[in-house]
């Protein structure tokens, strides 16, 4: 009777039928928090980059008209951004003469929460730095 105990036992502990399938469901969650953090890092670049791109677009405006203020040159770039982002971005000036030649510092900050399934979220934070050439006017 214990020999044929033996060889059920036996087939059971050689059987690899089913391995695969117990790997993969260990390593599958593990990859999917991988591919998803991925993709959300992924967005919060594009997002910084956008943001970047709309400041800088916006601050051309500056060049040409120098009465332009803070407040519009922050409206129009939320207006070219639109739907793209609802990231959360200040700007503020500062006038600056190193020599002949006005300029207007541009600094703009941009914070970003990133979420991760089964991570804490995290907020990753930019700063964006512009040199805005002015107009020259004579005698002004």
């Known amino acids: ?43 919060a670049f594009f997002t910084i980059s956008s943001v970047q791109w709309a400041i800088e677009k916006a601050s051309r405006e500056m060049m040409i008209n120098p009465a332009t203020t803070g407040d519009e ?35 703009a900050e941009v914070s970003y929460e990133v979420s991760i399934p089964l991570v804490p979220s995290f907020e990753i934070r930019y700063r964006i730095e512009t040199l805005i050439p002015r107009p020259y006017q004579p005698g002004a």
């Open 73 to 107: 040159i922050e409206a129009k770039a939320k207006a070219l951004l639109g739907d793209i982002t609802t990231a959360d971005f200040a700007i503020s000036f500062a006038d600056e003469e190193p020599g002949t030649f006005p300029l207007t510092r541009l600094n």
């Open 1 to 43: 009777m214990m020999p044929a105990l033996h060889a059920p036992i036996r087939r059971f502990r050689q059987a690899r039928d089913g391995a695969t399938a117990i790997e993969f469901a260990m390593v599958f969650p593990l990859l999917l928090v991988l591919m998803f953090g991925v993709i959300m890092i992924g967005q």
